[in-house]
């Protein structure tokens, strides 16, 4: 009776033994490749179609927040002009802030048109004295003129997004005008001191110290009037 009882563990034993063997290779085989692959799948076709669908959108956020912060800052701007006795730079700096408010809108409208929700973060903009602030304002414009708005063109252009190329080249257009301005104030500040008006278009942003100007009109070649700003 002995030696039966013995076989008995051992093939009970065995049993067990295999059957953990099983066991764990049922758990943990099919997991172990399934997981890793579903995943990398999926994240490769996610950046893909990021890559490949978001970067005019991207763009255009980041257009649409430097535009809504600069339009507070050239109202800041504004009110020190005023407060240092320049009545012709405040009104430059207000015309300016009206042209971004513009840009701003037209960028929203196409971020829209896309399926996006515009955003931006507003920072309360630092003020210095006028002659500073003219400084820091023909930096900004350079910037976007020569370097930002074009690669944004070239972008949207690349990837036949029409609407995102017009609202671009608007805005980018109109930094050029204020760059210019900015430095005219710049060059002659006491000229600046005597009130001054100036004309937005609120289609483009276009923005000029004559009437004068023909570029302001719609896509489908209508004119709407110019705003003045004092
Ligand atoms: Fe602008
Ligand atoms: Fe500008």
Same mark, same amino acid.
């Given at each position: 009776?002995l030696?039966?009882s013995?076989y008995?563990?051992?093939?009970?034993?065995?049993?067990?033994?295999?059957?953990?063997?099983?066991?764990?290779?049922s758990?943990?085989?099919?997991?172990a490749?399934?997981?890793?692959?579903?995943?990398?799948?999926?994240?490769?076709?996610?950046?893909?179609? $990021?890559?490949?669908?978001? @970067? %005019?959108?991207? #763009? &255009?956020?980041? *257009?649409?927040? !430097? =535009?809504?912060n600069?339009?507070?800052?050239?109202?800041?701007?504004?009110?020190?002009?005023?407060?240092?006795?320049?009545?012709?730079?405040?009104?430059?700096?207000?015309?300016?802030?009206?042209?971004?408010e513009?840009?701003?809108?037209?960028?929203?409208?196409?971020?829209?048109?896309?399926?996006?929700?515009?955003e931006?973060?507003?920072? $309360?903009?630092?003020?210095? @004295? %006028?002659?500073? #602030? &003219?400084?820091? *304002?023909?930096? !900004? =414009?350079?910037y976007?003129?020569?370097?930002?708005?074009?690669?944004?063109?070239?972008?949207?252009?690349?990837?036949?997004?029409?609407?995102?190329?017009?609202?671009?080249?608007?805005?980018?257009?109109?930094?050029?005008?204020?760059?210019?301005?900015?430095?005219?104030?710049?060059?002659?500040?006491?000229?600046?001191?005597?009130?001054?008006d100036?004309?937005?278009?609120?289609?483009?942003?276009?923005?000029?110290?004559?009437?004068?100007?023909?570029?302001?009109?719609t896509?489908?070649?209508?004119?709407?009037?110019?705003?003045?700003?004092?």
């Open positions: 009776m030696f039966p013995i008995q563990k051992k093939a009970l034993f065995l049993s067990m033994a295999m059957s953990l063997v099983l066991f764990g290779c758990q943990t085989t099919p997991s490749q399934v997981e890793p692959d579903t995943q990398s799948t999926t994240a490769a076709e996610t950046a893909k179609t $990021t890559s490949k669908e978001d @970067s %005019t959108l991207k #763009n &255009l956020q980041a *257009a649409y927040n !430097g =535009e809504s600069a339009h507070l800052m050239y109202l800041a701007y504004a009110k020190k002009a005023e407060e240092e006795g320049y009545k012709g730079a405040a009104s430059l700096f207000k015309a300016a802030a009206r042209a971004e513009i840009h701003r809108d037209n960028h929203a409208k196409v971020i829209k048109e896309m399926g996006g929700t515009p931006n973060n507003l920072k $309360t903009p630092e003020v210095k @004295s %006028t002659k500073e #602030n &003219l400084e820091n *304002a023909v930096k !900004g =414009e350079t976007e003129r020569q370097e930002m708005y074009p690669e944004f063109i070239k972008e949207a252009e690349k990837e036949g997004k029409k609407d995102a190329v017009e609202t671009f080249t608007y805005a980018s257009d109109a930094e050029a005008q204020h760059a210019q301005l900015y430095k005219q104030a710049l060059e002659d500040m006491d000229n600046w001191k005597v009130s001054k100036l004309y937005v278009c609120p289609v483009s942003g276009a923005t000029t110290i004559t009437d004068k100007q023909n570029n302001c009109a896509t489908d070649g209508t004119k709407k009037p110019l705003e003045k700003v004092s």
